[in-house]
């Protein structure tokens, strides 16, 4: 069993609706990190997270550390939205960032 | 410029052939990452910087592969005797601190070995 899960793996959705992708890990966290991936593009650190509730613009994540979960939510989703989403997890016995496979995100206009 | 930048963008390169990849991390951050991600898959950790040393090797995939950072700066990734499964994008990343630090992602490399 893979130390991050991320769920679903592909999400197709309209413009305007409200987006969800979920990550559950199993191991012990100093953070939690949400990243973007655009195709053929580079990395951006979107939130880390150890605690709470953050939100940037039409991007909100949250972490339940006793329930090990964390979820991205996006509102009023947009096409340039489009992207594979990671959530990644700094392992609190050291450094390492353990990555879940990733959430591939189509919006059509 | 004051993200991550990392040279060259793409590398195409012959089979056994020796590369050297770049990174110059955000001025100022003591922790460096390399990543590298093979087509169709995930990130894949090869190693971390605090300062100039690097306290765990372990995510390098074979002794052909070897890194080094000056200054606690910039750092060179280089894979020597190149094969074809090497081919991937090299992504380099800095944060503040390590750890827990957020970190900031470099545009990658593309490494192409023919």
């Known amino acids: 069993k893979n130390e991050v899960e991320q769920s679903p793996q592909n999400l197709t959705a309209q413009e305007g609706e409200f987006i969800t992708i979920n990550c559950s890990y199993s191991v012990g966290i100093s953070a939690l990190h949400w990243l973007q991936q655009h195709p053929g593009g580079g990395i951006v650190s979107l939130f880390m997270l150890s605690s709470g509730k953050k939100k940037h613009g039409r991007l909100i994540a949250t972490i339940n550390i006793q329930e090990k979960h964390s979820s991205l939510h996006i509102t009023a989703s947009h096409p340039r939205d489009s992207a594979v989403y990671i959530c990644a997890v700094t392992k609190d016995s050291n450094y390492q960032l353990i990555w879940g496979a990733g959430t591939k995100l189509i919006i059509k206009p | 410029g004051a993200g991550v930048s990392q040279s060259p963008s793409n590398k195409v390169t012959e089979k056994g052939k020796d590369v050297e990849l770049r990174c110059d991390p955000i001025?100022?951050?003591?922790?460096l990452y390399w990543y590298r991600q093979s087509l169709g898959q995930g990130l894949e950790f090869l190693i971390y910087f605090q300062g100039n040393s690097a306290p765990d090797k372990s995510g390098l995939p074979s002794d052909r592969f070897s890194a080094e950072r000056t200054g606690g700066s910039v750092s060179t990734l280089t894979i020597q005797r190149t094969q074809q499964e090497d081919s991937a994008v090299y992504l380099c990343?800095?944060?503040?601190?390590?750890?827990?630090?957020?970190?900031?992602f470099g545009p990658g490399t593309r490494l192409t070995v023919t």
């Open positions: 001025s100022g951050h003591t922790a």
């Open positions: 990343a800095s944060s503040l601190w390590g750890g827990i630090g957020e970190q900031y």
